[in-house]
């Protein structure tokens, strides 16, 4: 709705939990999870009542959960296997659950019913994937490529049946996207589709033009501007 934001930060600890707070800028944030092990939320859904949202386990890898906001807060599991899910986000009519997985070996893009996730699996990305989002018409979905690239895919959807067409490479990856580890997503997408918010890397001294400066007869130089006592 645009009144608030949600985060997760490590004010009253050392792991991260979920807050909300108003846009604004006043008033306090509000606690939202208690959880020993880090929080970090991906998406929202339509009606802004639930937030997905990551989180580390300790008997295996990440999972992803649901926060209910009201009448008061509480987490249910959405998709919970033996496997590493991270990056949720709920479709904009609310119906479609888009994701990365490492179930096949490598993190690719998957698709599943929302909430009702047991309905159906289907894979988005084919040749590495992650850092899923929605275009406000939903009728695409952006991913981040293993060679950094933003791409796009084309959806259809008619009741409870999903297509998806083959990906096309949309910016080429000139832009900070995290790495594989990175569990949140790095960029994000105007309301019309047609234009992204992105992070520049910033030039580092390997980036930069190497020189070497050679000086001949430096000894006579050197008795010139120290003499000898």
Known sequence: DSRRFVFSSTRAGGTPNLYVQAAHGTGMATRLTDS?????PTGVTPDGTQIVFNQATLTQQGDIRLLTMSP?????????TRFDERGGVVSPDGRWLAYESNRSGAYEVYVQPFPAVEGGLWPVSSAGGAQPLWARNGRELFYIAPDHALMA??????????SARAPTRLVDGRYFSGGEGTTVRQYDAAADGQ??????EEATKTDLAASINVVQNWTEELKARVPTK
Not at 36 to 40: D, E, G, S, V
Not at 72 to 80: D, Q
Not at 153 to 162: M, N, P, Y
């Open 36 to 40: 020993p092990t880090a929080n970090h």
């Open 72 to 80: 008061t807060p509480h987490v249910t599991p959405l998709i919970e």
């Open 153 to 162: 895919v084309s959806v259809e959807t008619r009741g409870s049946l999903w």
């Open 195 to 200: 234009r992204f918010l992105m992070m520049k």
